[in-house]
């Protein structure tokens, strides 16, 4: 089936089952889910039911559309993502990104549980993206051009909006949260980075590693949608803490935390 006739397929569904218009998307990573528990006069989609949606089949991602208030504002959340390592090809896993586009919103949060290569960081603390590096090879917007949904060549100088930057680190002082800024590497996954390869990951300038975001976040800039990225620092990556990785750790991090990223984003919104 065309691609545009997918995406208004599940539009429409969505339009149908609210008439509620989104101005902010969310994005919530492994084990942070629970900021959709907080939306007020939640409708709530799962995404088997919408048409054209993969599934996420990975702990800590709940697989549903929840759309409302938080923080004063339309939202449209996404209670779990989907992964290249699942399976799916990048346009299912960005497919939702634009489902959100065209159903309205201008600017997208997105948060991922991430392993820390800054030795400066601790479990626990949060990383302000300022900047990614996309180290799989891989783009959803290799193939044929969408034109109508932006253009072949897409500018990604300031692909974390500098304001929405500048507005979480104030609100973060404001609720008095140490906030790191930092750069995103994208690993595909599903292994976790070796030693050898996080000491790579450093000398090229990441300061955290994950196997999320930076697909939905270049499908955002090819429509022109703002986006601010907040990762979580769930683990030390490879080799710095000598330990082994588990996702089980990782999700238990995230939800020790949950609290604080919750605070911070509703106070976010409130001033967006």
């Not at 569904?13 to 889910?33: A, M």
């Not at 089949?57 to 390592?85: C, D, S, W």
């Not at 750069?183 to 300061?207: C, D, H, K, Q």
Request: hydrophobic letters at 40%; aromatic letters at 6%.
């Amino acid at each position: 089936m065309d691609y545009i006739k997918r995406l208004n397929e599940s539009i429409h569904y969505i339009r149908e089952k609210s008439n509620l218009v989104p101005s902010i998307g969310l994005i919530l990573g492994s084990g942070l889910g629970s900021l959709g528990d907080k939306i007020d006069d939640p409708f709530i989609i799962p995404y088997k039911e919408i048409p054209n949606f993969p599934t996420p089949t990975v702990e800590g991602h709940k697989g549903q559309l929840i759309i409302g208030q938080l923080g004063g504002k339309n939202v449209i959340a996404m209670q779990g993502r989907f992964h290249y390592y699942e399976g799916y090809s990048l346009e299912q896993v960005v497919f939702p990104v634009r489902v959100m586009i065209g159903l309205g919103i201008k600017n997208l949060i997105v948060t991922n549980a991430a392993g820390g290569v800054d030795e400066n960081f601790s479990p626990g603390d949060f990383m302000i993206i300022k900047d990614h590096i996309n180290f799989t090879g891989q783009n959803p917007l290799i193939g044929k051009n969408i034109d109508e949904l932006g253009p072949r060549f897409v500018d990604m100088t300031n692909a974390y909006d500098k304001e929405l930057i500048a507005l979480a680190k104030r609100v973060g002082k404001k609720i008095e949260l140490p906030l790191h800024e930092g750069v995103y590497m994208w690993f595909t996954g599903p292994t976790y980075e070796t030693p050898s390869e996080i000491r790579m990951a450093r000398i090229l300038g990441a300061s955290a590693v994950g196997m999320s975001t930076v697909p939905e976040v270049i499908i955002a800039n090819h429509q022109g949608v703002k986006v601010l990225g907040i990762s979580c620092i769930t683990n030390m990556a490879a080799g710095i803490l000598d330990q082994p990785l588990k996702h089980e750790e990782v999700v238990r991090i995230s939800h020790m935390v949950k609290d604080k990223l919750e605070q911070l984003i509703i106070g976010i919104l409130s001033e967006m």
